[in-house]
Each structure stands twice: as structure tokens, then as C-alpha cells.
């Protein structure tokens, strides 16, 4: 499976932008970008996917470089209700067994001051 | 539309006890998971299913078993409890195929064994 790399954790200043980054140089042409985020005390939510172009959707916008050995979350306002760890996945498409199950790696901690 | 439900929320279990995690979806989803997560850590997956009658092993599944009688319903058996299983265990499900690979999760059983 495709590793990803992220930071440990990031710090933001509620209502400005922040960009949540994420590494995965050995992505393969048919893996697909996901990220879930995971509150305090809470299951994993989630956020967006995308494979090559970039994605908005209410949560949030998915950015993926043009050679897609990396990708950025963008969160355009953040507010504290944001605070969470949020994990970058790869995963193949779902042809049924195990290509839909996610790999979880220790995500990155996003904090939020008021 | 209740989406996952586990049960307990919390538990606390001696060293050799045995005891069974629920979990149920109310969502028809065909795929269901088990993860564990430990402090400080992503989610491991433990044990899941593509269906009625059909389980799989995942990342860590020793020391626990599973089954899938139903469409609806995952349990999660621990047959002999050790303090190495101390953790948080959660449960998830999603719909077959293709690129959308969202999963649904529940909001966590916490296990300490002692």
C-alpha cells in the first residue's frame, strides 16, 4: 500500500485558512486521495476524496499537485468545532474484498485558537 | 436514521474475561469493519465483512473473533481478555464499490481490561 506522510500537528487561528499537507510519493495511478477527520472522543468522519483534479465540496477543498505525489486540505475558514486529527489515506478503487479497506496512519493534529 | 450504534459505551473487564461488542447499522451497508485504536495512535482494522456469512481478517485480529449473521448487525467477540486489548474499538460500514469509499462510523466502545 501507498504511504502517505504528514505532519504531527498544525496550529490555526479560527476563521483564517488553514492547508492541512500531505505527501504520498508512491501513489499509483489508480489511487484515490481520501481524508477523514476524527474529533475528540469521536469516530472518523468523512471529509473529501479526489484522484487528479482538485475537489470542493461543504467541508472543504482538496488540492492535488499535477504529478500527485502530494495533495493539501484546505480548510477556508476554520472555527473550533475544525480541532481534530485529520488523516490522508490512498486506496485503490473498490473492486470488492479488500481494496475499500482504509489504512490509518497517526493523521495530523489540527489545533484552533480562538 | 440512527446510521452505527455500539454498545457499551464503556467497559471495564478482569484479565480471562470474555465479553462481546455490538454493533449494528441500520444503513443496508454490505461492508463492515472492525478497528481499534490506541492512545495516541491511528485506527487499526481488526476484523471485517463483505457481507452476510463472509468475514475477513484484518491488520490485528488475535485474540478476537467475529461473525456476520445478518446484514445489520458485526459483533465482536473477546474471548480472553488481556490488558494488550485495552483500547478504543470502533465500528464501521459502508456501500459497495467503485471510488466512493465513505465509511460510517460509530462512536467507540472504550475497553479497559485490568
Known amino acids: 500500500d501507498a504511504k502517505t506522510t504528514q505532519p504531527n500537528s498544525m496550529e490555526s487561528n479560527e476563521e483564517e485558512p488553514v492547508h492541512l499537507p500531505c505527501n504520498h510519493s508512491t501513489i499509483s495511478g489508480t489511487d484515490y486521495i481520501h481524508w477523514y477527520r476524527q474529533l475528540p472522543s469521536q469516530g472518523p468522519e468523512y471529509v473529501i476524496h479526489g484522484l487528479t483534479s482538485n475537489v470542493n465540496n461543504r467541508m472543504a477543498s482538496l488540492a492535488i499537485a499535477e504529478d500527485r505525489k502530494s495533495s493539501t486540505l484546505i480548510l477556508h475558514r476554520a472555527t473550533l468545532r475544525d480541532a481534530a486529527v485529520y488523516y490522508c489515506i490512498l486506496r485503490d478503487v473498490d473492486y470488492g474484498g479488500s481494496q475499500g479497506n482504509l489504512i490509518f496512519g497517526k493523521g495530523t493534529k489540527l489545533s484552533v485558537k480562538p | 436514521n440512527a446510521g452505527v450504534t455500539q454498545t457499551p459505551k464503556f467497559r471495564i473487564l478482569k484479565i480471562g474475561q470474555s465479553m462481546t461488542l455490538q454493533c449494528t447499522q441500520d444503513m443496508n451497508h454490505n461492508y463492515m469493519y472492525w478497528y481499534r485504536q490506541d492512545p495516541g495512535m491511528g485506527l487499526k482494522l481488526i476484523y471485517y465483512s463483505v457481507g452476510a456469512g463472509i468475514t475477513d481478517k484484518g491488520e490485528v485480529p488475535n485474540g478476537y473473533n467475529v461473525s456476520r449473521s445478518t446484514t445489520e448487525d458485526f459483533p465482536l467477540r473477546l474471548e480472553l481478555a488481556a490488558p494488550s486489548q485495552t483500547s478504543v474499538y470502533f465500528c464501521?460500514?459502508?456501500?459497495?464499490?467503485?471510488?466512493?469509499?465513505?465509511?460510517?462510523f460509530g462512536p467507540g466502545t472504550r475497553l479497559t481490561v485490568l
Open positions: 464501521a460500514s459502508r456501500q459497495t464499490g467503485g471510488e466512493y469509499n465513505e465509511q460510517f
